[in-house]
């Protein structure tokens, strides 16, 4: 994504934990004491956890899109055995190869970067973490000079299979809290066995707490008040108690917890009681419907000498009943879709932030072609000056031709001429030669004239006409 910031001096603090672990009273002491929980929304109070969950919208929703990608649903838990048995199998882990979109880890890069540059201490959590570590493992990576503390809030299995029992009657049974607590707790362990910096634990236990929160504060650089706990830690909402059970879970817990080994041992009578209880309160609640429709069954043969009303009564009462299980069967029926639907407004969110980065790159898209637009102006004006130029470099080349031709036959013309003119030198020539001849014949003969007695009698007479008076 570009050169981006160094984080020196920044400290991000990742809440690690299991569903139903105490991670939004950890949250809500760490946003108390200082740390930042980003600009963003935070999911608000429900009847299961009437202070807030202290959890950020947007990075909650990006987790549910990953967990869903990896494992196939998005939900606290799986909404079927199906589900529920692939997660079991797989203990939480990725499919081998299994790839992040590049979309989905430059999203989560930005919303971190928010949070990160909200304060000198930020954080956030989401029981989904855990199992979608491999991707903020990632994201993480590309944040340089970033101190990270990953934050491990641990509850034991039993407090928590019995609160998730009790939360949603009927649809998380008391074993399945303990597997899942059991899947989360595995790759928990994981990161921390592999994590080579600073990490903080924090026990969900009334004896400990206090003690866990003071150390967790200083190793994350946060300041400790006293006063912050007994503000937000209500009691009331505490509605089970730790138990040992004996169960897989037990040990791993024991083990992140940082609790003396081999305590899983203890305690299978009093567990024993607790699974009785606990299977007696989940069957009643299962099966009340079914009672309920037997014991109208018994009245109905006990009364059926009533009389026609009685029958009547009881015709509504069945077309009542069977109305009421449609009705059940409409609302769970619609509560799907309202869930679908939120996933899909979701990713309608999330299409839409990138249809306005897609506009974004479109208007950028449109000034390149306006300014390769004008550069082509610019071109076609320039091919047309060339084009002209080149109209006027043919003229004068086709000019330049014809004056050539000319010259050649001014030089041909010339060639004639000047072969004339051989032709008549060498008549002059021939001609000198005579003359030559003839000149020095005369020559001769003039000699020969000069030495006769004549020409000696002409020059004595010339000289004397020389010295005689001028006659008027």
């Known amino acids: 994504m570009g050169n981006q910031p160094m984080y020196e001096g920044k400290t991000l603090i990742i809440v690690l934990s299991m569903h139903r672990s105490g991670s939004s009273m950890t949250a809500a002491v760490l946003q108390r004491l200082g740390t930042s929980l980003g600009p963003f929304p935070l999911l608000g109070a429900d009847p299961h956890n009437k202070h807030g969950h202290f959890e950020a919208a947007p990075l909650v929703r990006l987790d549910r899109h990953v967990q869903r990608l990896a494992f196939g649903f998005s939900e606290d838990v799986p909404r079927s055995n199906k589900q529920l048995r692939r997660l079991l199998a ?4 990725w499919r081998p190869g299994q790839a992040v979109p590049e979309p989905m880890l430059d999203e989560g890069e930005q919303w971190l970067r928010g949070l990160i540059e909200s304060g000198p201490v930020s954080g956030f959590k989401d029981p989904r973490v855990p199992l979608v570590w491999p991707f903020w493992k990632q994201v993480i990576a590309r944040l340089d000079g970033l101190r990270v503390v990953p934050l491990f809030v641990m509850r034991s299995p039993h407090e928590i299979a019995m609160s998730m029992f009790a939360r949603g009657p009927g649809k998380v049974s008391y074993a399945t809290g303990l597997d899942l607590a059991l899947v989360h707790m595995k790759r928990m362990r994981e990161i921390r066995d592999t994590w080579q910096g600073d990490r903080a634990l924090v026990r969900f236990d009334s004896r400990t ?3 866990d929160l003071r150390r967790a504060a200083a190793t994350c650089g946060l300041p400790w008040r006293d006063d912050v706990l007994d503000d937000v830690y209500d009691q009331s909402c505490k509605h089970h108690e730790p138990v040992v059970v004996a169960h897989e879970a037990q040990a791993v817990f024991e083990d992140l917890a940082e609790l003396p080994s081999g305590t899983a041992t203890f305690g299978k009578e009093q567990l024993a009681r607790l699974q009785h209880d606990a299977g007696l309160r989940e069957t009643i609640l299962q099966r009340g419907w079914a009672g309920l429709r037997k014991e109208v069954d018994r009245l109905w043969k006990e009364n059926q000498d009533a009389g026609s009303e009685v029958e009547r009564l009881g015709h509504r009462l069945q077309d009542a009943w069977r109305e009421n299980q449609e009705a059940g069967r409409h609302i769970a029926h619609m509560a799907g879709e309202i869930d679908q639907a939120r996933l899909v407004n979701e990713e309608v969110q999330l299409l839409a932030r990138q249809l306005e980065e897609s506009w974004s790159q479109n208007d950028r898209a449109q000034r390149q072609i306006r ?3 004008d550069h082509l102006a610019q071109a076609r004006e320039e091919s047309e000056q060339a084009r002209e130029e080149s109209e006027q470099a043919a003229r004068l080349v086709e000019r330049f031709v014809l004056e050539l031709a000319q010259s050649r036959e001014q030089c041909h013309q010339a060639e004639r ?3 004339d003119s051989r032709k008549q030198s060498k ?6 030669a005579e003359d030559q001849r003839r000149i020095l014949q005369l020559e001769a003969e003039l000699a020969l004239i000069k030495g006769s007695r004549t020409w000696r009698a002409r020059n ?4 004397a006409m020389h010295h005689l008076p001028l006659v008027g």
């Open 371 to 373: 300014e390769l637009e």
């Open 427 to 432: 008549v002059r020539q021939r001609a000198q």
């Open 209 to 211: 707490l206090a003690e």
């Open 417 to 419: 001429e000047i072969e």
């Open 460 to 463: 004595r007479i010339m000289a």
């Open 90 to 93: 797989r203990q939480g882990r």
